[in-house]
């Protein structure tokens, strides 16, 4: 620590901001869920209204196969869950933070990249 240049006070500050390792590890899991365009299509399409998995595979034009193992990961991470109506199981998004990051990066493209 001998050969910081910053001062105590924000040496303090920066060691009570950080977040722990588990939390920043937390965060980052949130953070992987949008690095994939078919998971980024499926949340926008939930965002809209709750789907079936044959529904959104079609809107998407993506196969059935490929929409289930992105459910899964999703509700894995607790972002989405299930309502059944009869032997139609329906996907709807949970955590309101999704929405809310989908947005903020939409917003980060329209103003910042373009």
Same mark, same amino acid.
């Given at each position: 620590m001998e050969n910081l240049i910053v001062d105590l006070d924000t040496l303090e500050a920066i060691?009570?901001?950080?977040?722990s390792n588990a939390d920043l590890s937390g965060i980052g899991s949130?953070?992987?869920? =949008?690095?994939?365009?078919?998971?980024?299509?499926?949340?926008?399409a939930l %965002?809209?209204?709750?789907?079936?998995?044959?529904? !959104?595979a079609t809107i998407l034009d993506i196969n059935q196969t490929t929409v289930s193992h992105q459910l899964k990961l999703l509700r894995d991470a607790g972002m989405v869950s299930t309502r059944r109506n009869?032997?139609?199981? =329906?996907?709807?998004?949970?955590?309101?933070?999704?929405?809310?990051?989908? %947005?903020?990066?939409?917003r980060y493209?329209?103003? !910042?990249?373009r």
């Open positions: 060691e009570q901001y950080l977040p949130f953070y992987s869920v =949008f690095s994939d365009v078919t998971r980024l299509k499926i949340l926008s %965002s809209v209204d709750e789907l079936c998995v044959s529904d !959104i009869g032997k139609v199981i =329906f996907y709807h998004i949970i955590n309101k933070y999704v929405e809310e990051a989908m %947005s903020m990066g939409a493209i329209c103003e !910042i990249i």
